[in-house]
């Protein structure tokens, strides 16, 4: 049984780059960019004002779900800005990425520095907006209340934020990797247990065969690949929204 | 004792204690699953109520489940510290 939550294997390192690594996560991320692009290339192809094909359809699905989602968590005056094309990519690509494990790859968001990544970004995005309708002198104010003493726990929540945002979008996946390892681990040993209970040779056979390893984790895999990445890229976003929003004074 | 049984005996009580520490840890998630189960009850008994609000309840549900499971996930960040990456072990 193998269950490895270490970094990401390093597939090349470039010394004369100051020691760059290509993780097999960039890699991995790349990968799902790409085919996120040629989703939304081949989904936008040939549109018309009345839509004809299926395809466009789906597009403006996509795209009205993604603006009633920034119109109710955000306002309205958010609606047209650059945040709504933010938010559905941030949503497509950790749901992406998170579902590359279907796919026999190691899923970026299992390595802590993608994910730390875009709560970095989600960060920035809530510092500027904060000193954009506060003003500089409105934002180091806002550290100071609601009394001067709370200071140091209002610097300490404004850096909890992104890292519990971080955490819980990293934790999810992880546990469920590790849990998913877990269960293959022990119905392996199971199986061998059991099947090695059949005398002769068909039993010496079939216990080399892990049988039980087939059906359940099935399920789970449906529960925990898709159900838990999509909701993570979800809550991901809504948190984001909620957080920007909330900087914006809304 | 010699000096390199001491470090043995030192790194084994360290392996061993953060196991156990990691397995008290855990104990976090008896929270979360309490107050999940809570919002997920309560949850229904508003969709009982107006069946109509299903959708919008759904998804504020699942969103105050995710939040609320925070706590469980951070002790099991812990956990996963101490027993795959423990920095403890290599200060002897």
């Known amino acids: 049984m193998n269950v490895d939550i270490t970094g990401p294997r390093i597939l090349l390192s470039i010394p ?3 020691g760059f690594m290509l993780t097999e996560s960039v890699v991995t991320t790349w990968i799902v960019m790409l085919i ?11 549109m018309q004002v009345r839509p004809q094909k299926k395809r466009q359809v789906i597009a403006e699905w996509m795209v009205t779900s993604i603006q009633d989602l920034v119109k109710n968590d955000m306002g309205d005056n958010f609606l047209g800005t650059i945040y709504v094309p933010f ?10 990425c998170s579902i590359s494990s279907v796919f026999g790859a190691k899923a970026p968001t299992r390595d802590l520095s993608t994910v730390l990544g875009w709560g970095v970004l989600v960060f920035i995005l809530i510092t500027y907006n904060k000193i954009k309708y506060g003003g500089i002198g409105g934002y180091l104010k806002g550290f100071t209340e609601p009394v001067f003493v709370m200071t140091p726990m209002n610097i300490i929540s404004e850096i909890a934020t992104p890292l519990s945002m971080t955490f819980r979008h990293f934790g999810n996946i992880v546990s469920g990797s590790v849990i ?20 002769g040779a068909v039993g010496s056979v079939l216990s080399q065969i892990p049988l039980l390893q087939f059906g359940l984790p099935a399920i789970l895999s449906l529960y ?21 929003g909330g900087a914006a004074g809304n | 004792m010699d000096a390199q049984t001491t470090q043995v005996l030192a790194k084994a009580i360290v392996a061993g204690l953060s ?5 008290c840890g855990m104990s976090g998630g008896i929270g979360p699953g309490i107050g999940e189960g809570y919002a997920v009850g309560k949850a229904i008994e508003s969709m009982a109520r107006q069946p109509e609000m299903r959708g919008t309840l ?26 795959f990456a423990n920095p403890l072990v290599s200060m002897f």
């Open chain 1, 36 to 46: 996120l692009v040629l989703i939304c290339r081949f989904l936008t192809k040939d």
């Open chain 1, 87 to 96: 938010i559905g990519a941030l949503f497509a690509l950790s749901a992406g």
């Open chain 2, 58 to 83: 759904t998804t504020t549900m699942f969103m105050g489940c995710a939040v609320a499971e925070t706590t469980g996930i951070y002790s099991l960040i812990i956990a996963l510290i101490l027993i």
């Open chain 1, 16 to 18: 004369a780059l100051g």
């Open chain 2, 19 to 23: 196991a156990l520490g990691a397995g």
């Open chain 1, 224 to 244: 925990f690949d898709f159900f838990s990445s999509f909701m993570q890229a979800f809550i991901f976003c809504t948190l984001t929204m909620v957080y920007i």
């Open chain 1, 180 to 199: 998913t390892a877990l269960i293959y681990g022990g119905l392996s040993v199971l199986s061998h247990a059991v099947l090695g209970l059949i005398p």
